[in-house]
């Protein structure tokens, strides 16, 4: 199946920095990227979805200034937690979509496990 | 109202044997996709296999098969012949519609094999 990188894996920063993560796609061009959250013990709660060029389209109840996404180009996706603090403290996984011999199948990243402390 | 439902919290399979995952989900979109993914303690998210909502025949990948049952609106993840390396949280996702839609999961199985 088609290789999506996540980079970190872990992080541990300390309260009102910032983080970036980042989400590559390695061998097909992800048109659109989604990222998640999931907190312990509990499912994958989308964030935002991202299209190559455009503007992120966040979910309800999400924070577009706190959790920003740039997806300048058809094989990277990054989030930028801002002014973080210890309840962002999350698992973030992103997952990208593109044709990958005609299917448009979503595959997903390792994930960023982020700790604020 | 929940997209994707599944029941299960937790499950128990004897290795060797089969065990089947329950999953649930509602929408009027005529066109669908239904996922399974497995995700470890390691936090990755694993693919298993995928049903589209105009497919004939159910979906099956070596010991997974997806018992999908479209009138009922389910799509049960039966995996056979179940290994200790099996044990991870399972979760049931639908995408609505077609091309680059966003995936809904489901609250996830907890699937534990004893050996």
């Known amino acids: 199946g088609a290789v999506v990188s996540q980079h970190p894996s872990r992080v541990i920063c300390k309260s009102g920095t910032s983080v970036k993560i980042e989400c590559r796609s390695l061998?097909?061009?992800?048109?659109?990227m989604f990222w998640y959250r999931q907190f312990p013990k509990q499912s994958l709660m989308l964030m935002a979805t991202?299209?190559?060029?455009?503007?992120?389209?966040?979910e309800q109840g999400v924070e577009k200034d706190k959790f920003l996404i740039n997806h300048a180009s058809l094989t990277l996706s990054t989030l930028t937690v801002t002014s973080a603090h210890p309840e962002d403290s999350s698992f973030y996984i992103c997952?990208?979509?593109?044709?990958?011999?005609?299917?448009?199948?979503?595959?997903f990243g390792q994930g960023t496990r982020l700790t604020v402390v | 109202a929940q997209k994707i439902t599944q029941t299960q919290p937790g499950m128990f399979v004897q290795e060797k044997e089969a065990v089947t995952l329950d999953c649930t989900y509602d929408t009027s979109d005529p066109s669908y996709g239904l996922f399974w993914y497995k995700q470890p303690s390691s936090g990755e998210m694993i693919f298993l296999i995928y049903q589209g909502s105009y497919d004939q025949q159910n979906a099956t990948e070596g010991r997974y098969s997806l018992n999908f049952q479209k009138a009922r609106k389910s799509a049960n993840l039966v995996i056979s012949a179940s290994q200790l390396g099996d044990s991870a949280m399972y979760f049931c996702a639908m995408r609505e519609g077609g091309g680059y839609q966003k995936v809904t999961f489901g609250t996830g199985t907890k699937l534990q094999v004893i050996p």
């Open positions: 997952s990208a979509s593109g044709h990958q011999g005609g299917s448009t199948e979503a595959f």
């Open positions: 991202s299209n190559e060029g455009s503007k992120a389209t966040y």
């Open positions: 061998d097909f061009q992800a048109t659109t």
